[in-house]
């Protein structure tokens, strides 16, 4: 690559004297709104906040350097959070090694997708699915963030059971935490209407906090008294090998998540010269942020909406931006760290059931309740799971059921029609087939939908049955634009060429392709159905099939004479 071709993709993604400015101002903007948040991620996921906080920091700068998308803010996603709340190897004392391990399983599924170009993979996981899990997650936060506001510390076996513990404790509650928490709720809400902005969470968290020094409640929690924050940046981790087997499930889903999240930014915001980034190269930049974060103690990252767009409105012009955000917070860190310490739980807990109040999408549960019973499905399977069980099962589950139903409404779909003419050589009439073959007759079939495996059956009942009347018939079958079939089609055309057979009749298979003929050929269905009742895929569209009903007019002028 030449120096000046380097320098053109530099201002590219970092622009030139003309942008720095706003993307200074907007680095700074997200820079300091990301400190709280990161600290609120860690606090999600029920981890050590720094783990979000470094999280958040190396997942900014790297993505600012690596994905296709200049605008993409690459951090910790409340999503991602709460899976990681539902792996247990991350707490405790040896959670560090666990965590680090987790995120680097993470990152390499990204990264592996995107240097195999899978960046289209994620349009496979229907929105019903992500619907049902994105609601849930919201109501996840709510939920996983109770114990944190009100200070008294719920049992159950999930989030639902803590609930109704928690409901039915209320005497119990530490009500200084419950003051911090509404306060700086409060002031959220209110602080954000004027020029504050997005700041306005970072005033009301440190607002928040300073009441809770002020009530000097030894029921206050804060960040403190679970983490040691220093004026230092994160040393290095060696991640667990040994708990690759129990991560690699949690890992996968993380990754699956951060990656459709991170798409939807590809999708919706273009690259400052008008064209939408190239999704796989988001996922290897994503990957490559993840990779980073593992192994310097943060906890897993992926693109974040919100984020993106909270550093588009402050002004953001280049990948500068971002960039600026992550030195701002390795700024923040290095210059107040102890202070960070005082930073009171309740006070972040306000801040994330804000965000999950704000994250449950109705309108989005409304659309999937209009569309049909199939969608209806998928949405409350994947919903009630994800409330019920860990999330990284929940969401293999709804892809799961989502693929089952898709299939079966697939093999379902498969039509066939019998084409009829007037007159040879004319445009052929649709009508349904017969249920009975009748004898020296041609049946020319054409099918509609997906010839896969799941449709074979679909596709049998529809066949024309032959009987003891049905000699001298032949069925033709037009397979122009199959490529090819797969092992339970090809054994149903087998058997049907045989049946046929047995009853006087005769099966043909008209425009059927180079890859097509391989597989008849190997397999020997080929030599079942006759090497003269295969015809060739031609270039003109009804050659093949002209050339089938050439071949049986042939063949009954021959026995006729």
């Keep these: 690559m030449s120096i000046r071709s380097a320098l053109r993709r530099w201002t590219a993604r970092f622009g030139d004297r003309s942008t720095v400015g706003g993307d200074i101002r907007a680095g700074v903007a997200l820079g300091v ?74 990152g390499i599924v990204m990264l592996g997708l995107g240097i195999a170009r899978l960046g289209s993979l994620v349009r496979f996981i229907p929105s019903a699915v992500l619907i049902g899990f994105m609601n849930a997650v919201a109501i996840n936060i709510i939920l996983g963030q109770l ?32 003051l911090v928490g509404a306060v700086t709720i409060v002031l959220i809400l209110l602080l954000e209407r004027t020029p504050l902005g997005a700041l306005a969470l970072v005033v009301a968290v440190i607002a928040g906090s300073l009441l809770a020094l002020v009530l000097s409640s030894d029921d206050v929690a804060t960040i403190g008294d679970i983490a040691e924050v220093t004026r230092s940046l994160p040393v290095p981790v060696v991640p667990d090998l040994g708990l690759i087997g129990a991560l690699i499930v949690p890992g996968v889903s993380i990754a699956l998540v951060g990656l459709v999240q991170g798409a939807a930014i590809s999708g919706a915001i273009p690259n400052p010269d008008g064209r939408y980034p190239d999704a796989s190269a988001d996922f290897r930049g994503q ?51 102890p202070l960070i310490e005082y930073i009171a739980m309740p006070a972040l807990a306000g801040l994330l059931i804000l965000v999950g109040v704000r994250t449950l999408k109705i309108h989005q549960v409304l659309l999937v309740w209009r569309t049909g019973p199939t969608q209806i499905s998928v949405f409350l399977v994947t919903f009630v799971l994800t409330l019920l069980i860990p999330l990284q099962y929940a969401v ?59 449709a074979a059956q679909a596709f ?70 006759g090497g003269g009742n295969v015809i060739p895929v031609r270039p003109r569209i009804g050659d093949s099939l002209a050339e089938a009903l050439s071949i049986v007019a042939s063949r009954k002028d021959g026995g006729a004479r």
């Design 287 to 337: 990957g490559i942020a993840n990779i980073a974060s593992g192994l310097l103690r943060g906890m897993p990252v992926g693109g974040s909406m919100s984020a993106t767009s909270l550093v588009r409105a402050a002004g953001a012009k280049t990948a500068l931006a971002n960039l600026t955000a992550g030195i701002v917070m390795i700024l923040t860190l290095l210059a107040f760290g």
């Design 460 to 529: 049998r009942a529809q066949l024309p049955t032959p009987t003891d009347q049905s000699g001298g018939a032949t069925v033709i079958i037009r397979l122009r634009g199959s490529e090819e079939l797969g092992v339970t089609f090809l054994t149903m055309v087998r058997d049907y060429a045989d049946e046929l057979a047995a009853h006087g009749a005769t099966l043909m298979l008209s425009g059927v392709g180079r890859r097509l003929q391989d597989q008849l050929d190997a397999t020997g269905v080929g030599a079942r159905v």
């Design 147 to 178: 114990d944190n506001i009100t200070g008294f510390e719920s049992t159950g076996a999930n989030r639902i059971t803590r609930l109704f513990d928690t409901v039915l404790s209320i005497p119990q509650f530490s009500w200084p935490t419950v």
């Design 33 to 106: 709104e990301s400190v709280p948040d990161g600290l609120a991620a860690g606090v999600l996921a029920g981890v050590s906040p720094l783990y979000g906080l470094y999280g958040y920091m190396l997942g900014t700068l790297g993505g600012a350097l690596t994905t296709g998308s200049v605008f993409m803010t690459v951090q910790a996603t409340g999503a991602m959070a709460v899976i990681i709340g539902d792996v247990p190897e991350v707490r405790g004392d040896d959670g560090a090694g666990a965590m680090a391990m987790l995120t680097l399983i993470a």
């Design 396 to 454: 293999l589950a709804g892809v799961g059921l989502s693929v089952v139903l898709h299939i079966a409404r697939q093999s379902n779909r498969v039509r066939i029609v019998r084409w009829q003419f007037d007159e040879p050589g004319g445009r052929p009439l649709e009508v349904s087939p017969p249920a009975v073959l009748p004898g020296d007759e041609v049946v020319v079939l054409s099918p509609y939908g997906s010839l896969f495996f799941a």
